[in-house]
């Protein structure tokens, strides 16, 4: 009996936003969301996001509607000019958490562009846990370059962005 693959995946939507857009793109979270299932087995996928605003409402109900896990995150009401979008620490927490306090998944997928997570990577790869790191664009650090082969995907890739991309 073959058991199932249950990987869960940790989407830095700033860094999904932002560099998409550097080369002229748009996800379509819809398509992105079954891509996410079908090619990596993602029973769960959380979409981090760096505040609420009301202005935003009707794209987090799309986000949700594909089947992403909304978390935002904490500020200070006083504070929201003053926001922080970083999203980095709140999702290592989270993957350390998972791992530690429930480990009911096999492996992660981590949807980023930045170095701040190549701890996190480093470990995940040690520990046989990390399943893929999906760059939005064909820019990342240098640090990602050891795992090439065996665990990093250029989303922007032709032939992936093609599945991916938002058509109005």
Not at 16 to 22: E, F, I
Not at 46 to 52: A, E, V
Not at 139 to 153: A, E, H, I, T, V
């Amino acid at each position: 009996m073959t058991t199932k693959e249950r990987n869960i995946a940790f989407i830095d939507a700033q860094n999904l936003h932002l560099w998409t857009a550097s080369e002229d793109w748009k996800i379509d979270f819809k398509r992105f969301r079954i891509y996410l299932k079908d090619k990596f087995h993602i029973e769960e996928a959380y979409f981090f996001l760096w505040f609420i605003n009301d202005d935003h409402k009707e794209m987090y109900r799309k986000i949700q509607k594909a089947g992403f896990i909304l978390e935002f995150r904490d500020h200070n009401s006083n504070m929201l000019w003053k926001k922080k979008w970083n999203v980095d620490v709140d999702i290592v927490f989270e993957v350390m958490h998972r791992l530690l306090e429930e480990d009911d998944f096999n492996k992660i997928v981590l949807v980023t562009w930045d170095w701040d997570y190549i701890q996190l990577v480093k470990y995940l790869i040690q520990k046989e846990r990390l399943k893929r790191i999906l760059f939005p664009n064909s820019k990342y650090s240098s640090l990602y370059k050891p795992f090439k082969d065996l665990y990093w995907m250029n989303l922007s890739e032709e032939r992936v962005k093609n599945i991916l991309k938002f058509i109005q």
